[in-house]
């Protein structure tokens, strides 16, 4: 299962760090990834990462601005997220996929968490 831990309410410019805890699978065998959906509007992959071989994956939104890495001890995927605007507003979720390596967003995932809740205020 996956655990997402780390939304909260922040400013403009600020700084989040979100956390996708996996328990129950071999953690070096599924890329893990996160996607957000604002209200209103369609679910959008936001980044991967394969932690086998660091493959990682940023979606052209928030390419400069968030980060992922991996604590394979910690069977823990980050999401570091920095100069977060209004726009990326919304539940953001993680989800696993077996034996993947991050060339996109829309393969059926193995594991979904549960959604956390960034909002930044303008």
């Known amino acids: 299962q996956l655990q997402a831990s780390g939304g909260g309410l922040v400013q403009a410019g600020g700084s989040l760090r979100l956390s996708c805890a996996a328990s129950g699978f071999t953690f070096e065998d599924y890329a893990i990834g996160w996607f957000r959906q604002a209200p209103g509007k369609e679910r959008e992959g936001v980044s991967c990462?394969?932690?086998?071989?660091?493959?990682?994956k940023i979606a052209d939104s928030v390419k400069g601005r968030f980060t992922i890495s991996s604590d394979n001890a910690a069977n823990t995927v980050y999401l570091i997220m920095n100069n977060l605007k209004p726009e990326d507003t919304a539940v953001y979720y993680c989800?696993?996929?077996?034996?993947?390596?991050?060339?996109?967003?829309?393969?059926?995932?193995?594991?979904w968490g549960q959604g956390t809740l960034v909002t930044v205020s303008s």
């Open positions: 990462i394969r932690s086998s071989n660091d493959r990682t």
């Open positions: 989800a696993a996929w077996w034996h993947y390596y991050c060339s996109g967003f829309g393969a059926q995932a193995d594991y």
